[in-house]
């Protein structure tokens, strides 16, 4: 994979909408995985610049969605959906008919899963995931020791994640939905580029064992080294456990400025 150590998360976040407005340049209407959190947010921001300064044409973009809460109406403002309506689509100037998503309110949530699965290989596949990264190394709610080969399933969050995002619902974890349905390791790697944004020290750790440590499922995120094409995009901080950092900057500032990432 290749590791791009930057200044800073708007720097990282810059870098990575310009490789994503390079693609909606050379395939206008490419599927882009999108991720929630605060981590992504500097990508969508200076992406939405480049739209609205005529930098890139984004209209006819697709956009799937990496995860959802079971059991959280759709129209709730804090279902991912309508995270990422507010946060990308229409930012972007999309409207709902350009995103896809898993249907977490569905009575049969498995079927939902899969029928997510099939949706996502009939549009062609995704061609850009972003992703973001825990500090145990789970990457969208693939906790540590899921199946590298897991496809879209319903996963159950542990008690530590329900009160990390109590925070969005006042504050209530009574609020917080038990189940999400998450694209699998399986699912996430079938996208044609992967992108990881990590910022902050907080993430060195995790940064550490995907880049440098083995690939094993304690570690979800590592999978990613078994990609033809894994960005990992790291701040300062978030690089600070790497012991190869000074080879990682020196390929990047020695590589062809066509390549991109």
Not at 5 to 21: F, P, T, W
Not at 77 to 86: A, K
Not at 117 to 139: M, N, S
Request: negative net charge; glycine residues 10%.
């Amino acid at each position: 994979m290749e590791v791009v150590i930057v200044s800073d998360a708007k720097a990282g976040g810059e870098l990575i909408a310009g490789a994503m407005a390079e693609l909606l340049r050379h395939k206008p209407d490419a599927l882009l995985g999108v991720a929630t959190g605060s981590t992504p947010l500097p990508i969508y921001q200076a992406l939405a610049a480049t739209v609205s300064a005529g930098g890139v044409d984004a209209s006819r973009a697709r956009v799937a969605q990496l995860d959802e809460y079971v059991g959280l109406p759709a129209e709730h403002p804090e279902s991912y959906r309508s995270v990422l309506r507010r946060e990308v689509l229409e930012p972007l100037g999309l409207d709902l008919g350009a995103f896809m998503g898993p249907d977490g309110t569905a009575e049969d949530v498995m079927a939902a899963c899969e029928a997510y699965d099939r949706a996502l290989a009939e549009a062609g596949g995704v061609d850009l995931q972003l992703l973001g990264i825990g500090t145990d190394g789970h990457i969208g709610f693939n906790e540590p020791c899921s199946s590298l080969a897991s496809r879209t399933r319903i996963k159950t969050l542990t008690e530590q994640t329900r009160i990390d995002n109590a925070r969005f619902f006042e504050g209530d974890i009574e609020q917080v939905p038990h189940h999400v349905i998450t694209q699998g390791i399986g699912t996430i790697l079938e996208a044609r580029h992967l992108v990881l944004l990590a910022t902050g020290e907080g993430k060195a750790d995790a940064v550490a064992a995907t880049v440098e440590g083995p690939v094993a499922a304690v570690c979800p995120a590592s999978a990613l080294q078994l990609h033809p094409h894994a960005t990992v995009v790291v701040d300062e901080g978030a690089a600070s456990k790497l012991k190869l950092a000074e080879y990682f900057r020196h390929t990047y500032a020695n590589k062809p400025a066509w390549q991109g990432i």
